[in-house]
């Protein structure tokens, strides 16, 4: 089973956020990827991060998979039925993916090694020069 984690964060200081995703078969990484956007949102970041971990499932054609987050904004959106009142614009474009993966939620800063590393990435990725 493939397991995709998704972070994402924000630097007030840089008015910058960075979004990543690691992706996870049997304990192993086989891919990841981050980038900076700037003038955005924590939420954003972390609804980035599971748009593209979307992205690249389904360009890999994976089917089945299991999203982890550390965002309740992104769970409460995609599977509680929580108002999307912010961010219409990126919810639109998440729609549009067609999502159909299982999502799990994760609690950040809790020592689980993949969600600490994919947070890495996403500060990493508030730090690039944009």
Known sequence: MIEVYTDGG???KRDQG??????????????SSCDGIINTTNNRMELQAI???TKWLQ?????????ITDSMYCLGCLVKGWQRKKNVDM??????????YEIK????HSGDKWNSHCDMLAVHATQLIL
């Open 51 to 53: 748009m593209e971990a």
């Open 10 to 12: 924000y630097s007030s």
């Open 18 to 31: 960075g979004w990543a995703f690691v992706v996870v078969k049997n304990n192993e990484k086989i891919h």
């Open 59 to 67: 360009e890999n054609n994976i089917e089945e998979a299991t999203i």
């Open 105 to 108: 939620h994760v609690k950040g």
């Open 91 to 100: 919810w639109e474009i998440m729609d549009g993916l067609n999502f159909n």
